[in-house]
């Protein structure tokens, strides 16, 4: 019964690899998010999608591709890895989009780039 | 953008003592604040939320209080415990778009 699950939950890879992160929630929202922990623990988003829209992209790298094949679904696809890109990245979601909505986390996962 | 600052960074208290943690943001537009607790390796989890039509919030040990005029609002935990040690964020919603503060390293002493 868990609410917003990722795969994998840690990913270790070399400089240069393409990898992809998957995202799955079953609480029927329809907003669902990517956000970027650092090794500082900040928390920044980077994408956001509402009923399958991108709606948020903030400044992110092009190699950086979202994916969200139905409400319930949100990938993210990395080219070119790059040593900078390892962090936890966490996938959330939110019953909508633009109001006082709570977002819910997914476990995170943590990525290592060598 | 919104821009969301957080202090302290870091807080020991002793079991019992009182624990306040402080926000200010950029963005009148702001609506929506939570705040959200982190154990080591976990996902964030929000403990308690406010919006902006509200001045002050409180569920059991945690309060939250919003001053709009002055664009800052903090979480108050009274009685701390243990368990109450973790990574405390705060946020704004801006547009649709939560910022973050930098987090606050809570840390309870018994």
């Known amino acids: 019964d868990t609410a917003v699950s990722q795969t994998p939950k840690y990913l270790v890879t070399q400089m240069g690899n393409d990898k992809s992160i998957k995202c799955e929630q079953n609480?029927?929202?329809?907003?669902m998010y990517w956000y970027k922990q650092d090794s500082k623990k900040f928390l920044k988003i980077m994408f956001s999608y509402n009923n399958k829209e991108l709606i948020i992209n903030e400044t992110v790298p092009n190699r950086f591709s979202p994916k969200s094949p139905d409400k319930a679904h949100l990938n993210l696809h990395i080219n070119s890895l790059e040593l900078g890109d390892s962090a936890v990245y966490f996938c959330?979601?939110?019953?909508?989009?633009?109001?006082?909505?709570?977002?819910?986390f997914g476990p995170g996962t943590r990525l290592t780039v060598t | 953008g919104e821009n969301v600052e957080q202090h302290p960074s870091t807080l020991s208290v002793q079991e019992g003592d009182s624990a306040v943690i402080k926000c200010t943001y950029s963005?009148?537009?702001?609506?929506?604040f939570p705040w959200y607790k982190q154990e080591l390796g976990k996902r964030p989890q929000l403990i308690i939320d406010i919006r902006s039509n509200v001045g002050e919030k409180k569920d059991q040990r945690i309060a939250v209080t919003l001053n709009k005029t002055a664009k800052h609002f903090s979480l108050h935990i009274t009685e701390t415990q243990p368990e109450d040690s973790a990574v405390y964020f705060c946020?704004?919603?801006?547009?649709?778009?939560?910022?973050f503060g930098a987090g606050t390293q809570v840390v309870v002493t018994p």
């Open positions: 609480l029927g929202h329809d907003t």
């Open positions: 946020a704004a919603n801006s547009w649709g778009k939560l910022q």
């Open positions: 963005d009148s537009a702001s609506n929506y």
């Open positions: 959330a979601s939110s019953q909508g989009w633009g109001a006082a909505y709570e977002q819910y």
